[in-house]
């Protein structure tokens, strides 16, 4: 079942889709669709209908943490935090990407809940600005981004399994500081 979500916007009609599962719901509603830290994987059928015009946000310096809980694994493995929004292709979290902000400040104090929030505003800011050159690359199939290629020698992939049984060695869940995982991280190098 797909749930669908209209929002009241005047320049662009924006369907908020719960999960896709035909391709049919892509062809009636929509040119690009946006992956919000869904957890599905974007099937090619669809990726192909909409001629490549799909992208996903994803909290980490990609190629660097891939896959399930970017935050977590970025503070673990003690890498740089950023926002990225990349496009999608038919490797999970490998498509060129449109924007990356690398956060120059530390956040070893805040929280994995408080950097989601930052990142997430992070990405939002960014989106709003690429995304009048994403309307016009839709609507004049010709490229206005700079698009950066990942470089695959420095990609890592973290599953689903790997970052639950993570999260289970905190003390506070979402609320651990992200100084407290990187020193599991530094002490807990046999577990990678």
């Given amino acids: 079942m797909v749930k669908i979500i209209k929002y009241n916007d005047k320049k662009n ?11 049919d719901v892509i062809k009636t509603k929509c ?4 992956s919000f830290h869904n957890g599905q994987i974007v099937k090619d059928n669809i990726i192909k ?5 799909c ?3 994803h909290n980490s310096s990609l190629p660097r943490n891939r896959g399930w809980a970017p935050i977590l694994w970025t503070a673990y493995n ?7 929004i990349h496009k999608i292709s038919n490797g999970l979290d490998t498509g060129d990407v449109c924007s990356q902000k690398l956060i120059k400040k530390s956040l070893k104090k805040f929280t994995l809940e408080n950097v989601y929030k930052l990142l997430e505003e992070e990405n939002l800011n960014s989106f709003k ?8 690359e839709i609507f004049f199939m010709k490229q206005f981004i700079k698009y950066k290629k990942q470089d695959e020698k420095n990609r890592s992939y973290n599953t689903r399994l790997e970052s639950d049984i993570l999260m ?9 500081k992200i100084n407290e995982i990187i020193l599991l991280g530094k002490g807990d190098r046999s577990y990678r």
């Fill in 13 to 23: 009609n924006i369907t908020h889709l719960k999960k896709v599962k035909k391709i």
């Fill in 55 to 57: 992208i996903n946000f």
């Fill in 168 to 176: 289970k060695r905190l003390s506070s869940g979402y609320k651990t």
């Fill in 31 to 34: 040119d690009l669709l946006i």
């Fill in 49 to 53: 209908y909409l001629k490549g015009n």
């Fill in 129 to 136: 600005m690429i995304f009048p050159k994403i309307k016009k």
């Fill in 78 to 84: 003690n890498d740089p935090f950023a926002a990225t």
